[in-house]
């Protein structure tokens, strides 16, 4: 059962242009949705995180996009440079009740030529 | 890194062997998961803690169990390893926010 669904699983962008990671969820009671970035050999790390009260959050060149009605939310980095070059993975998780666990994507590898 | 060390970093195993993998945090933070990540399936949470000796399961929970009986460290165990446990498994902690802090990760083969 995959309760959160990523695409594309890998994406080839050119120095300076925009990357754009997509994920869809299936249940309405997540209340928190981060992004985590993963370089080889190391563990993920948080980027950035949203909740569901709000449409957009930005930090830096890295926006997520929240669409509640859609159960969709999208990772938009600007100005992408080839140290952005990573695995990113979304995910959803109850923060507020319950397990305060977070059900991942499946990651999708970015590289950024220069 | 939060203070999370994880061992051993690689272990190689054979079926049918028992094994242990040890997270150990220094920051005092209250939960605690372990996750396996394997290409196509990003990370999956196998068990995790909200506390010494409260446990419970992930969604790939069979074929594992977990101890915590202090704060700092967390124990994952394969009673009887099977060539569909190797993967990579990382720890993770997460205090009384939201933001949850990895590990480096251990490589485990089960031939």
């Known amino acids: 059962q995959q309760q959160v669904k990523q695409s594309p699983q890998s994406l080839i962008v050119q120095k300076g242009g925009i990357s754009i990671i997509n994920c869809a969820y299936e249940?309405?009671?997540?209340?928190?949705f981060p992004w985590y970035q993963q370089f080889p050999g190391k563990g993920p790390a948080l980027l950035i995180a949203i909740r569901p009260d709000v449409s957009e959050k930005k930090e830096g060149r890295f926006t997520i996009s929240f669409n509640k009605s859609a159960k969709q939310f999208s990772l938009h980095i600007m100005d992408s440079q080839p140290g952005d070059s990573a695995t990113y993975f979304c995910?959803?998780?109850?923060?507020?009740?319950?397990?305060?666990?977070?059900?991942f994507g499946s990651g999708t590898r970015l590289q950024v030529q220069p | 890194d939060a203070g999370i060390t994880q061992s051993p970093r690689h272990k190689v195993t054979e079926t049918g062997t028992p094994v242990t993998l040890r997270c150990h945090q220094t920051e005092n933070h209250r939960y605690m998961y372990w996750y396996r990540q394997d290409p196509g399936h990003g990370l999956r949470l196998i068990h995790y803690?909200?506390?010494?000796?409260?446990?419970d399961k992930g969604e790939v929970s069979d074929g594992y169990s977990v101890s915590r009986s202090k704060t700092e460290d967390f124990l994952l165990t394969l009673e009887s390893a099977t060539s569909s446990q190797t993967s990579v498994y990382f720890c993770a902690t997460m205090a009384g926010g939201d933001t949850q802090y990895f590990g480096p990760g251990t490589r485990l083969t089960v031939l």
């Open positions: 803690s909200y506390g010494v000796k409260d446990t």
């Open positions: 249940n309405t009671a997540f209340d928190y």
């Open positions: 995910a959803a998780g109850f923060m507020d009740t319950g397990r305060r666990a977070l059900t």
